[in-house]
């Protein structure tokens, strides 16, 4: 019985075989324990040493049994373990991959340099009131920038109110920020602005970011100081030449005009005798203030505004405005950077 239940073990292959197995053996109608039962029709003096004997058999064949258990356990791990195992000298599955516009990675860029200097990010609609536009931004009804030339005009919200505009610049941030909230204000406006124009340098939708402070005490040094360092962060070059020159804008007095130095022959920001127009600044107006609520005798401020193509143009060698509207795949590999 043990010769051939040492067999029946080898050839078991599986849990289920092996139990077979074990039930024919060990079981209550199994072939050891019918052995046992029959030691009753055997003569008391032959009975205890058959007993003895098939006691120790019953031993043996249970550890046998036992063993060869855990051996099918393992090698069923085993043959798991080899079919599910990852073969990592494949070679990766190709998939394409999306990359950030520029000037999603510009506005990334420009916010995080301005939220070390203390500047949060506030917002407003492209459908904007002439009120907030223009009017409250000290500009009047016969400037120039009011012209359908200039503006895109939308029907008005309600009858007999004027008609609204697609917003032509972020300055109404400046506008419903100063209404909002209470002062000190330090906040810089992502966003698309909108004029009817379209050639190759202007799209009729593009992007700015408004940029405006208010706090006590704040002068002119503190608006230089500040987008210094902010152009030159941005430009990754400490000694960038920077030029302030004085302008006109109606809602800063006295507005400048921001210039870094560049190489007109190659394009090269920080390089070359040529300077180019970056940015739009000044100290906020007092009606403007007045306009918001604000006593200009007791707040101060000072405003920005930047055009965002033209900043990643400069930073990235993008030499036209126009594709960066036309979803061109290989532009976008091109230009774009990954997440
Ligand atoms: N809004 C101006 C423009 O579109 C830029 C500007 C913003 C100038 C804030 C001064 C202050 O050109």
Redesign the pocket.
């Known amino acids: 019985l043990k010769a051939e239940t040492v067999a029946a073990l080898a050839a078991a292959r599986t849990p289920g075989e092996w139990d077979a197995v074990r039930v024919g053996t060990l079981g209550r109608a199994g072939k050891l324990t019918s052995l046992l039962r029959q030691l009753g029709t055997f003569p008391p003096e032959e009975r205890k040493a058959r007993g003895q004997a098939l006691n120790v058999l019953r031993d043996e064949l249970s550890k046998l049994v036992e063993e060869r258990g855990r051996e099918i356990e393992e090698e069923g791990l085993q043959a798991r373990l080899v079919a599910e195992r990852v073969d990592v000298t494949q070679p990766a599955e190709l998939r394409a991959e999306g990359k950030l516009h520029p000037v999603s990675r510009a506005i990334e860029e420009i916010t995080a340099i301005f939220g070390a200097m203390g500047f949060g990010v506030a917002d407003g609609p492209d459908i904007e009131s002439q009120w907030h536009n223009f009017s409250a931004l000290n500009t009047p009804d016969h400037h120039p920038a009011r012209t359908e030339q200039d503006t895109f005009y939308l029907p008005p919200e309600k009858e007999g109110a004027l008609p609204r505009v697609l917003r ?4 109404g941030v ?1 506008i419903r920020t100063m209404l909002e909230r209470e002062p000190p204000l330090r906040i810089i406006a992502p966003g698309r602005t909108y004029r009817a124009d379209h050639d190759a340098t202007h799209s009729p939708m593009f992007h ?1 970011c ?2 405006l402070v208010i706090e006590k005490g704040i002068t002119l040094a503190h608006l230089k100081g500040c987008l210094i360092e902010f152009l030159r962060v941005y430009f990754n070059d400490p000694a960038l030449p920077v030029r302030f020159r004085a302008s006109y ?1 109606p ?2 007095e006295p ?1 400048m005009e921001v210039d870094i130095g560049w190489s007109k022959a190659s394009g090269e920001v920080g390089k070359g005798d040529d300077w180019l127009e970056v940015l ?3 100290m906020v107006q007092p009606r403007v203030l007045a306009n918001c609520g604000l006593d200009p005798a007791e707040w101060q401020g000072f ?3 930047m055009g965002i193509e033209r900043l990643a143009m400069l930073k990235n060698g993008i030499p036209d405005l126009r594709a960066f509207y036309e979803s061109d795949l290989r532009w976008l590999q091109h230009y774009g950077t990954s997440p």
């Open positions: 032509t610049q972020t300055s400046q700015q408004e940029g804008f809602f800063t507005s739009g600044a000044g405003a920005f505004g």
